[in-house]
């Protein structure tokens, strides 16, 4: 059994008003030198597999088919270690 950690953001060339929302609060907090925010989310799971090849198969299939909006979002994943898993 292996633990995968996705990631799954905005693709680079759309508009992210929660990040934009957030650039501006972090802003009137005083933090002029923090920008470009952009928000995602993680989504963490096991997959009863050690094959490589089949867990990646597993994730890249269920995040094009259900996790992710691929038309305007992207995702990464990654296996986790052992001493890695949350």
């Known amino acids: 059994m292996k633990k995968i950690e996705l990631?799954?953001?905005?693709?680079?060339q759309v508009l992210d008003t929660q990040g934009q929302a957030l650039n501006r609060a972090v802003h009137d907090l005083g933090y002029?030198?923090?920008n470009d925010i952009r928000v995602g989310k993680v989504i963490y799971m096991t997959v009863d597999e050690t094959d490589e090849a089949t867990i990646h198969n597993v994730v890249n299939t269920l995040s094009e088919k259900l996790f992710a909006n691929t038309v305007i979002e992207e995702y990464?994943?990654?296996?986790?270690?052992?001493?890695?898993?949350?």
């Open 7 to 12: 990631h799954i953001t905005l693709q680079g």
């Open 76 to 86: 990464s994943f990654k296996i986790l270690d052992d001493k890695e898993n949350v």
């Open 32 to 34: 002029e030198q923090v």
